[in-house]
């Protein structure tokens, strides 16, 4: 790597807005490279501020660092990603995204009317949940992530 090329940890933070510790543990963690100068410091090609940007935005959106380590590792560590190689990438999370969309809209849609275990109301959750019959179905709050209430109505829970 070209030291005029390079950045060393303190210019990565600067321009990618992480705090040193978080490039850091990215790194520890594969996410991202660096070599070593002769004075053992981390030096970074720049094409790690594309990755650092592709974390940062991949975990707006909800993905976890396990998810993106997968799909990092599927792209080139020594250079910035071409086009086609991100295209690849983004097409194999659209279903993936739709489905966060759809979760999203779904709880801004329910929100005044069901959180938590499904409702605001200790009343509506005898009504909808009553012994907790929801949790049945996995965790968190079952009636935002898309379960029927209507099935656990006294007498038609299953």
């Known amino acids: 790597m070209n030291k005029n090329d390079s950045l060393t940890i303190g210019g990565v933070a600067t321009r990618s807005g992480l705090q040193t510790s978080a490039i850091r543990y990215y790194e520890s963690i594969g996410l991202l490279g660096s070599d070593r100068s002769g ?17 940062r935005a991949a975990q707006r959106v909800g993905l976890s660092l396990e998810d993106i380590t997968a799909a990092l590792s599927s792209l080139p ?26 979760e999203l809209e779904r709880l801004r849609d329910d929100l005044t009317g069901c959180i938590g275990c499904g409702c605001l109301s200790l009343a509506t959750c005898r009504l909808y949940n009553p012994d907790d019959a929801a949790a049945a179905d996995g965790e968190g709050a079952r009636f935002l992530l898309g379960d029927d209430p209507d099935r656990f109505i006294e007498g038609i829970a299953p």
């Open 39 to 55: 004075a053992n410091h981390r030096r970074y090609s720049r094409h790690v501020l594309r990755r650092i940007a592709f974390i």
């Open 77 to 102: 560590a020594d250079r910035a990603p071409n086009k086609t190689e991100w295209a690849r990438l983004s097409r194999a999370w659209c279903g993936r995204l739709d489905d966060r969309i759809a």
